[in-house]
């Protein structure tokens, strides 16, 4: 499922998702970690799946689509 679909079927999923991401970059800015797709992914994986309530799981899914998309779109290796 690519983030673009999703983000056009689920649009009242934004605003969870906008908070997931904001409280991601928050998390991974005091850790002192660059703030990039990549670490926000980890982030994402590790620590916000434990915490997650089964409502915020599909716009969990859908913040991690965006990321994996614009890692894959926008990424220099």
Request: without cysteine; proline residues 4%; charged residues 20%.
């Given at each position: 499922?690519?983030?673009?679909?999703?983000?056009?079927?689920?649009?009242?999923?934004?605003?969870?998702?906008?908070?997931?991401?904001?409280?991601?970059?928050?998390?991974?800015?005091?850790?002192?970690?660059?703030?990039?797709?990549r670490?926000?992914?980890?982030?994402?994986y590790?620590?916000?799946?434990?915490?997650?309530?089964?409502?915020?799981?599909?716009?969990?899914?859908?913040?991690?689509?965006?990321?994996?998309?614009?890692?894959?779109?926008?990424?220099?290796?």
């Amino acid at each position: 499922m690519k983030s673009s679909d999703t983000l056009n079927w689920y649009p009242s999923q934004l605003p969870a998702v906008k908070r997931i991401l904001g409280a991601a970059i928050i998390a991974v800015e005091k850790q002192g970690r660059p703030i990039n797709a990549r670490t926000l992914i980890e982030y994402l994986y590790v620590v916000q799946a434990k915490k997650m309530k089964l409502d915020d799981r599909i716009a969990l899914q859908t913040a991690i689509s965006v990321l994996t998309d614009n890692q894959n779109k926008h990424g220099h290796i």
